[in-house]
């Protein structure tokens, strides 16, 4: 999965799709996951290092990064 | 390493032009306690969903309208309006501050007499008093208010009937600015008939005449409404005073009196454009005071408000069953509680909000109940933090009319606790079962095997 | 004259087709001989181009609508004050006039003054009660009646004295003008869709709109007042010209109601002028209209003169200003880099 190349994520959080013009927030770790998917990290290797990371059941976890991922491809930010 | 809290990833699109108005700090504040009183130790006991009742929010409540109508009027007296929450403890806090007792029916009358109300501190009000009812509150002394005259030439021919006379007031409906006009109860002012039922009254020699009773309305924004109606039921005083050479004893004047809750459309909050209790008072005491009545006989003010005075107390406590997508795109979230419970979703929108800290981010979620009908909706639009499953909510300023309308509807309905005023938590209603609900029915022979 | 530095909070940022009053307001207190302020805008809208007008505007924070609730709105505003120690604040907006005239103690307790009318003031000119305004005051008001149904059409020119064509209006915000039947239908539920109930139908009062700008002390005198003819309207029905009158009946009219009213504020009155030179009273916004700055180029700098009567400095009435001066209305494109956008979305502030 790769993040397209007209998208800009800023620190703070901020999205912005060159292509479409839309900007968009996002929360920390909505932008961390996109961090991960620039250097190239599988959907597995990410659920992996986030579960290591935070207090959450693999079933949650599963579902909510699936369905933002999910978004993402939707909104063309991943391919 | 202690593990970090997890948050939902959520992506927002920004809406150029419309703000984050939401995503200032103070929207999503947490509620961790009620009086002091962990939430989620709260659900942990006693389960999701949780009806919450503050005896103190209460208790300041209701201390705050007397002191609003006392420091303004001679003789003042609250009834408390049974239908608005009728649970027995509920109604015992605002007997032991005080309070009588409003009734609209047999079973809230009887209930009354259970929590240890002397008969003659009920007021029985409502079209609906059969014969029986009529003659029960007699002999018990209550104060009787007229709405029709069927009821009144019932209650003539009843009173023949007994040794004391029965003690009435009427109700009477007028024009106070405010729309809808309330004229289905009570007898209209404007038009002379409020004056012929007292004509009636006092011709039959059997009643006492002994009060004036009105209900302008439910959730009145406005004080003056009151003030109109105020001046038109110390007209009628003085004009009975005129003709008949006696002071009518008490003015009922009835509730209406709004919460902080916010109506649905509305623009400004509920808390920012309710009137105080002091600027209700103060519009209803002002055109007593203003009238021509006596002043070294001014009637007793009676008020029943419900709303206003147990809204604020009241905390429904819910989890979250689920998030999803809608097929427009827009998010939604299912929550364990609905409109079966939660019956005032249909007219306000309800200030829900998170349990836990969450970060800056937020999104607009339409907020589902759990029931399997499409007009389970708590709210269409609501800006909430990145709740997940399980995650803890608190819907605020519950406490009038939903542990009354509530509906045993396609699930059971919740347990109610109490947090008295040192903190304590004592289970007031306990959680309906299967068995409660069954125990009323029975199976004909012929169904018993299926 | 060394200049008195204060810093001033002002909303109504939006300078677009359809114009707020702030950005005329600071115009007028960056012109002040007075005042040497710092200005902080408070905006709603990520994109109130005022927020970008960074020669005009020191720096912006974005504030909860008032919808919100005035808790919410008091508590960014403290947050503020804690960073700018504010001065004075000047709300231009109609919907936020009631949740910061509430809170005006609350503000002052924390050293922030404000010049808004006071409640009672605010309240009996609404107009679903403009007649009974009219009736108190001694002025000429149309005729108008609050309805709830649009049955009350099919019975109107019967029952009531209301001829066609007649005006309907919202509670709030938007009128009509209906010829018929169906015209005040269509209106009403145009209107009742927007707005809710109740809807005001008006007499249609036949003359010259004419507005006048005006700023009473609060004691029953007029600090100043410039009557305006709108030259051209936008299809929004916004002045995108005007020019200043010398109509002395007009003036006298103004003074006469600020005096009996005793006004606190900004005000301005619309009005007609009738062919028999008469005058009716349409409408009074409870604040400084977006071209206040006419009155300033005319020569009463009335934004200033607000500012001084918040502060209790003392104010002279203007006696003068030109007539026959006239604004004109124009739009310019503001360059912005995405940076600033951004970071006025995500932190609030810029």
């Keep these: ?79 | 390493m202690k593990k970090l809290p997890f948050e939902r990833p959520i992506i927002k699109k920004l809406n150029v032009g419309i703000s984050n108005k939401f995503g200032l700090k103070t929207e999503l504040e947490p509620i961790t306690h009620i009086d002091n009183v962990s939430v989620s130790e709260l659900i942990k006991e006693h389960g999701s969903p949780l009806f919450v009742i503050s005896e103190s929010t209460v208790r300041r409540t209701v201390q705050e309208a007397r002191r609003a109508f006392e420091t303004r009027y001679p003789k003042v007296q609250f009834a408390w309006s049974y239908k608005t929450n009728y649970l027995d403890a509920v109604c015992r806090i605002f007997h032991q501050e005080g309070s009588w007792a409003e009734v609209v029916s047999r079973y809230e009358y009887d209930k009354a007499l259970s929590n240890g109300v002397e008969g003659a501190k009920i007021i029985f009000n409502g079209p609906d008093k059969t014969a029986e009812d009529l003659k029960i509150a007699s002999e018990n002394n209550s104060l009787i208010h007229i709405d029709h005259f069927d009821e009144l030439y019932t209650l003539i021919e009843i009173a023949g009937k007994l040794k004391k006379k029965p003690r009435v007031a009427i109700r009477v409906n007028m024009d106070t600015g405010v729309h809808p006009q309330w004229d289905r109860f009570g007898f209209n002012f404007e038009n002379g008939e409020a004056w012929e039922a007292i004509t009636k009254i006092m011709s039959s020699g059997k009643l006492e005449f002994v009060g004036l009773h009105t209900h302008i309305g439910t959730f009145m924004l406005t004080a003056s409404a009151y003030e109109k109606a105020a001046g038109k039921l110390a007209s009628l005083a003085v004009d009975f005073k005129k003709t008949y050479g006696k002071n009518v004893s008490y003015i009922d004047m009835g509730g209406g009196f709004a919460s902080h809750n916010t109506l649905k459309g509305a623009y400004l909050t509920g808390k920012d454009t309710a009137p105080s209790f002091d600027e209700y008072a103060e519009a209803i005491t002002n055109a007593l005071t203003n009238s021509k009545l006596d002043p070294d006989n001014m009637p007793l003010l009676i008020l029943e408000t419900g709303r206003a005075l147990i809204d604020e107390a009241g905390y429904l406590l819910g989890t979250v069953i689920a998030n999803k997508k809608l097929s427009d795109g827009r998010h939604s979230t299912i929550v364990n509680f609905g409109v079966n419970i939660l019956f005032t979703a249909f007219w306000y929108e309800h200030q829900i909000n998170p349990e836990k800290e969450y970060s800056q981010s937020s999104e607009t979620t339409v907020m589902y109940g759990p029931l399997c009908m499409n007009i389970d909706q708590i709210r269409d639009s609501i800006q909430l933090p990145p709740l997940k499953k399980d995650d803890n909510i608190i819907v605020s300023s519950v406490g009038a009319y939903n542990m009354t309308q509530w509906m045993q509807f396609i699930t059971l309905r919740p347990r109610v606790v109490l947090i008295d005023v040192s903190g304590g938590v004592h289970v007031i209603r306990k959680n309906e079962t299967n068995k409660d609900i069954t125990a009323l029915e029975s199976v004909p022979g012929h169904l018993a095997k299926i | 004259m060394k200049k008195r530095k204060i810093t001033v909070g002002v909303t109504g940022l939006n300078n677009i087709d359809s114009p707020g009053p702030g950005i005329p307001v600071i115009r007028g207190l960056r012109e002040s001989e007075f005042f040497d302020v710092r200005i902080i805008g408070l905006a709603y809208e990520n994109l109130e181009p005022g927020i970008y007008m960074h020669d005009l505007v020191d720096k912006t924070y974005q504030i909860p609508y008032p919808a919100l609730g005035s808790d919410a709105l008091m508590k960014r505003i403290e947050y503020i004050n804690s960073k700018e120690n504010l001065d004075l604040l000047i709300p231009n907006f109609d919907a936020e006039l009631y949740s910061f005239m509430k809170a005006a103690d609350r503000l002052k307790k924390i050293g922030i003054h404000t010049f808004l009318p006071e409640m009672k003031q605010f309240e009996e000119r609404h107009k679903a009660v403009l007649p009974e305004f009219g009736k108190k005051y001694k002025i000429k008001v149309p005729e108008s009646k609050t309805i709830l149904t649009d049955k009350y059409f099919e019975k109107m020119e019967d029952e009531d004295d209301f001829k066609y064509p007649v005006l309907v209006k919202g509670k709030y915000y938007d009128a009509y003008v209906a010829h018929n039947d169906e015209q005040a239908k269509t209106a009403f539920h145009k209107i009742y869709a927007k707005w809710g109930l109740p809807i005001i139908i008006q007499e249609y009062v036949r003359g010259t709109e004419v507005n006048v700008i005006a700023l009473g002390d609060g004691e029953g005198n007029t600090i100043g007042a410039v009557p305006m003819r709108k030259q051209y309207i936008t299809d929004k029905g916004k002045a995108w010209a005007g020019i200043t009158l010398g109509d002395t009946n007009l003036l006298s009219l103004t003074k006469k109601l600020i005096k009996k009213t005793k006004w606190r504020g900004g005000m301005e009155l619309e009005m007609i002028k009738t062919e028999d030179d008469e005058y009716y009273l349409i409408e009074i916004n409870p604040r400084l209209p977006a071209w206040v700055y006419l009155a300033v180029g005319a020569g009463q700098n009335l934004p200033e003169a607000l500012a001084k009567l918040a502060l209790g400095i003392e104010v002279k009435p203007f006696k003068k200003y030109d007539v026959g001066k006239l604004f004109i209305r124009y739009s310019y494109d503001l360059i912005v880099n995405l940076s600033e956008f951004e970071k006025l979305t995500l932190y609030s502030e810029l």
């Design chain 1, 1 to 79: 999965m790769k993040v397209n190349k007209n998208i800009a994520v800023s620190e703070s959080g901020f999205l912005f799709d060159s292509m479409s013009g839309d900007s968009y927030s996002l929360n920390p770790i909505a932008a961390e996951i996109i961090g991960m998917l620039r250097e190239q990290k599988s959907v597995e290797d990410i659920k992996k290092t986030l579960l290591e990371k935070y207090e959450v059941t693999q079933t949650v976890l599963d579902k909510s990064v699936d369905e933002y991922i999910f978004t993402l491809k939707k909104l063309n930010i991943v391919k």
